[in-house]
Nanobody
């Protein structure tokens, strides 16, 4: 079992930046990859970035060049640095992780990000 806890959400103006954090606990060695997802008002949840156990990263086209996912293994933390934020980035952001052996997917509780002038 893996537990995930996000933090760092908030409200910023367009063009601003936010840093989200996702702290993992539990059977961390079983994680295949950790990902960030978001769900905007009236929209389906979408993956925006992920980082594998090997350090490989992937981004959705909507955030490529603006968001950066990174990991600090010593702190069991995955970050999402979000720059040049746009109103359409407004969403609840969720951290997720997949288990190597069972393919079970774990979710955090989410953190609200609001971009508004």
């Amino acid at each position: 079992q893996v537990q995930l806890e996000e933090s760092g959400g908030g409200s910023v103006q367009p063009g601003g930046s936010l840093l989200l954090s996702c702290v993992s606990s539990g059977k961390i060695s079983t994680i295949r990859f950790t990902s960030w997802h978001r769900q905007g008002p009236g929209k389906e949840r979408e993956q925006v970035a992920r980082i594998g156990a090997d350090g490989r990263t992937e981004y959705s086209d909507s955030v490529k060049g603006r968001f950066t996912i990174s990991r600090d293994n010593a702190k069991n933390t995955v970050y999402l640095q979000m720059n040049t934020l746009k109103p359409e980035d407004t969403a609840v952001y969720y951290c997720g992780a997949q288990n190597y052996f069972t393919n079970n997917f774990y979710w955090g509780q989410g953190t609200q990000v609001t971009i508004s002038s």
